[in-house]
């Protein structure tokens, strides 16, 4: 209906979002929605330049709309107990400011949003410093995020794949499930 295309935002993001719940809806196990768009600022998920106004004009009102309106419909439908929904990047943003007003890639602390799928509501797990510069507390690696994504799927973390040689792979690279954050 255009009242629930309204509350997930007639953009990209929030089509997308749309098409996912009613992929989860037909019963698909494992969807991806990107953010690989462009607006008249460049990129909307590498911001090296405007960082501050990509945020304020674009990225974060676009998560506020579709965001909470994907969650709230999982919910209503009764998906979101068995729907693991993860909001994250690549990696995290430096904690300085560069010459375009932008933030430049920074591996040392990030984020990662999960919802619902096993996750335990209103948690908070880990704190950076004053900067978001690093972690100072219950660090974890992208590897403890993918075994904690792995085990949320139901799939064993410590699983191995063989590579083209033969050669047994762990699919999590030695990652730890987070058990803090389990319900």
Known sequence: ????????????HGSSILVARRLVEAGVPFISVHAENFIPHGFTY??????FGMLKDYNLPVLDKCYPALVSDLDARGLLDSTLVVVMGEMGRSPKVNAQAGRDHWPRCGFCLLTGGGVSAGTVFGASDKHAAYPVSDAVSPSDIVATIYHLLGIDPHLTVDDLGGRP?????????IREILS
């Open 1 to 12: 209906t255009a009242e629930t295309r309204d509350r997930y935002g007639r953009n990209l």
């Open 46 to 51: 590498d911001m090296h330049e405007n960082n």
């Open 169 to 177: 792979v762990p699919i999590a690279h030695g990652g730890n499930v």
